[in-house]
């Protein structure tokens, strides 16, 4: 499969005239606990060469393919990678931690220290919080839930308890964060689920579990009471974006 996805993203290179410094695997399959059919959601970070870039006509920063069977491929051109940065867009932090890499021209070396420099806990906190409760509020409240839904609302409950503790990016890999965060009394429980999910289908549904609910509730609302006292966190100065964007286009091409 990883052969089909090198394939893929050459072929992407070639149509569409640019050249892939990351690719990675963001999905299930990175955060460690993939169903049995689950997709391989590939997301890159690309360049183009410096003329398209002086255009002044509005130009697309986006590469989305169609997805085709267990694919799903698209990616961010660096200058959009790089104001979502700027914003602290903590996708970009989960993209540059992806156990799953498929390709990187070294670009996680000189892109990672710049990233950190714009990492806000408040914002890091304000997306894992709405993930978790939209999870939450919309598929574990009813008799039969999907059993990946509780990793959909454990993984961001867990990653905001992180950055309370760490005032640092949460790492990708459920695994990583449970060791770190989750409280040793719900260890056997979630060890259960892991492998009933791991081992099942995608659309695999189970009885809710009322333990586990009162313990997202718990939390979510604990996570929201100290949410007003975290700090928003530096943003990057936008010159050194500025030249990490010309050098890159420079190298890359030249």
Known sequence: ???????????????????????????????????TDSDYDVRFIYIRPRDFYLKLESTRDVIEIPIEGAFDINGWDLNKTLRLAYKSNPTLFEWSSSPV???????????RPILESCFSPRNGINHYLHMAKGTFYSYLREALVPVKKYFYA???????FWILERGT???????????????????????KLLEIKVNAPEVKRIPRIDMLNEYIEKHLAEIEEKLGAIPEGGRADWAVLNNFFLSEVENQWS
């Not at 454990?154 to 905001?160: M, Q, V, W, Y």
């Open 1 to 35: 499969m990883r052969d089909r996805i090198m394939k893929k993203l050459d072929e992407i290179e070639k149509t569409e005239e640019v050249r892939i410094l990351l690719a990675v695997e963001s999905g299930s399959r990175a955060w460690g606990f993939a169903s």
């Open 169 to 191: 990016p949460p790492p990708m890999s459920f695994r990583d964060l449970a060791e770190g965060q989750l409280e040793r009394g719900m260890m056997p429980l979630v060890k």
């Open 154 to 160: 454990l993984r961001p409950i867990l990653a905001c």
């Open 101 to 111: 890499v498929y390709r990187d021209l070294n670009f996680c070396h000189r892109f």
